[in-house]
């Protein structure tokens, strides 16, 4: 499997917490809200950004710990990395579409899905696009 293919999270069990979502009614947050959940053994949560919305990555916290395939993931806007299948600290630290190709965009497309069906949603950027979300 390869994190390009957007396959890896397929285990992940679906999620229906983000059935009827209204984007707009959840907190705005900025990266630096995100760093307040910054110790993975206290039990704090595990907060990502892709495309302007905050995923609770918490249920996958091996992965998305020190030394798991996604460590350089928490607290940063993962959206570049995910479209280039990326699991550098580089690319997660970019963030946004800037410089994606069609092939790209498509790649984040998928990822975006599987994030919205397995993990979620608990707020938003001020990058996030009010038509963004749709069931």
């Not at 919305?53 to 996958?60: A, I, N, R, S, Y």
């Not at 091996?62 to 350089?72: C, H, I, K, V």
């Not at 993962?78 to 997660?92: F, N, Q, R």
């Not at 092939?103 to 009010?130: A, H, M, P, S, Y």
Request: proline share 5%; glycine share 8%; net charge negative.
């Amino acid at each position: 499997m390869s994190l390009a293919d957007g396959n890896l999270p397929l285990l992940i069990p679906p999620n229906p917490v983000n059935q009827d979502l209204d984007i707009m009614r959840l907190p705005t947050m900025t990266l630096a809200d995100l760093t307040a959940d910054d110790e993975y053994e206290s039990g704090a949560r595990i907060l990502v950004v892709l495309k302007g919305l905050v995923f609770d990555v918490t249920g996958m916290k091996e992965a998305f710990s020190p030394r798991g395939l996604f460590e350089f993931y928490p607290k940063n806007d993962i959206t570049y990395a995910l479209a280039k299948g990326s699991v550098s600290e580089v690319d997660a630290r970019v963030g946004g579409e800037s410089g994606l190709t069609d092939r790209e965009k498509e790649n984040l497309e998928r990822w975006f899905t599987i994030f919205k069906n397995r993990f979620e949603i608990i707020g938003k950027t001020d990058q996030v696009d009010q038509g963004l979300y749709s069931n």
